[in-house]
């Protein structure tokens, strides 16, 4: 079968860019590219419900011809109106539609009357029950409200400026929200601004970070491994799922700021939150873990067509990386390889993986900006990254096969004219 990586070339040749309601794809070559970069959702409340109940929305964002949820709010009892006001950073890739979908259910401690679901004649209930994201207990049916569907065009979402939206489910359910995109070109000049005199170790070069703890790994890196590994390994779609905002800002802060408070708040914060906060500390360095000077040979690496050629060459250029780095890039590979062992239960294997850390740990020079790279160019960029990740985290992880591959010959890899 086609790997994730091979799925979404193959996508990418064919310009891919819709999928409709059964899930079936749509090509046009006169579509608009997809926006990449980060999308701040807000979800702000939802009216026009007719009895008490508990309700929580979940945010899906297509991504290379299929949708993948990416945020769920938390869940509020309410009457005819549920308010929540959460905000969460989803990353976006090549994305064009944005689709929310509501669950309601009866309060805890009450059941559903019988005639809620009763044959004609009773009171029936204010949803009609199909399967949710979850399984519910028997004795309180979850029901799905309705979904509504976004585009994401770049001429309606300006910029870094918040835009309101209210969408209606069903006709009878509305659900306000706002917008807020940031394109790849303003995140990188918000990342790069912050440097300048700046303490703590978001924003700050690896380098730098490892002198003044006097580690190898920065200790952000080994934390938050550990505690996914410790309790999110089982979480349904960990590294995939955005935790609410302000729960990641609150963890950043206790980490620039070194914070006595920062071991309890890793043990009871929503460990998607552990795991957004990782994930932005990669995205905020200055310069990306596998180095910009790198990158390309690493991007010329992955096209050799001789696997054994391309395995040593891989790793000769793996070695390659500064001491830190390389310590911190063995380190997140191994963790991430044990997130995968179990994949069957969070449903994140090393291609799932690869797609959600490629972009981030892998990315190419600064002088090139997406701004000015056609839509093709940048998707091509993207599939690179995760391909590179994918190699790598596949790779026999033994020390020993490691070892004789580093003592081989390596064919170098010729720049690409």
């Not at 006169?30 to 009216?47: F, H, I």
């Amino acid at each position: 079968s086609l790997t994730n990586y091979e799925v979404q070339s193959l996508l990418n040749t064919t310009r891919v860019r819709k999928v409709n309601t059964v899930g079936s794809l749509l090509l046009n070559d006169n579509d608009e590219p997809g926006l990449s970069g980060s999308l701040c959702v807000t979800v702000q409340s939802a009216a026009g419900f007719t009895e008490e109940g508990r309700v929580h929305c979940l945010i899906e964002v297509d991504s290379f011809g299929h949708f993948e949820q990416k945020a769920k709010t938390g869940t509020c009892t309410c009457t005819t109106e549920a308010s929540w006001n959460e905000d969460f950073d989803v990353e976006l890739e090549e994305a064009q539609t944005l689709r929310v979908s509501c669950y309601w259910e009866a309060p805890k401690g009450g059941l559903l009357k019988s005639s809620q679901a009763s044959p004609p004649g009773g009171r029936r209930s204010p949803i009609p029950k199909i399967s949710g994201p979850r399984k519910p207990s028997m004795s309180h049916p979850l029901h799905h409200c309705g979904a509504a569907e976004i585009e994401l065009l770049k001429q309606s979402l300006e910029d870094n400026r918040r835009h309101p939206v209210e969408v209606v489910l069903n006709g009878k359910i509305r659900i306000a929200l706002q917008l807020r995109y940031m394109s790849r070109a303003t995140l990188k000049r918000q990342i790069s601004m912050p440097f300048k005199g700046q303490k703590g170790m978001f924003g700050v070069p690896l380098g730098t970070t490892a002198r003044v703890e006097g580690r190898p790994v920065p200790q952000i890196v080994e934390l938050c491994t550990a505690e996914v590994e410790k309790r999110g390994v089982e979480e349904l779609g960990i590294y995939r799922i955005s935790a609410v905002s302000s729960d990641v800002q609150k963890l950043k802060k206790a980490f620039d700021t070194r914070s006595k408070d920062l071991p309890s708040m890793l043990q009871e914060t929503d460990i998607n939150a552990v795991a957004g906060v990782l994930k932005l500390y990669f995205r905020e360095l200055p310069e990306p873990l596998f180095t910009n000077e790198l990158y390309p040979s690493f991007a010329d690496c992955l096209a050799l067509a001789d696997p054994d050629a391309k395995e040593r060459s891989m790793m000769s250029l793996f070695h390659e990386l500064p001491e830190v780095n390389h310590a911190t890039a063995q380190h997140v590979m191994r963790h991430l390889r044990r997130v995968a062992e179990k994949e069957e239960v969070n449903k994140m294997n090393i291609n799932n993986l690869s797609t959600v850390f490629g972009p981030t740990l892998l990315r190419p020079s600064e002088t090139a900006t997406p701004g000015d790279m056609s839509s093709a160019a940048f998707v091509g960029d993207v599939l690179t990254q995760v391909g590179v990740l994918q190699f790598l985290l596949n790779l026999p992880a033994g020390e020993n096969r490691r070892a004789s591959l580093s003592a081989e010959t390596v064919v170098t890899v010729a720049t690409t004219v």
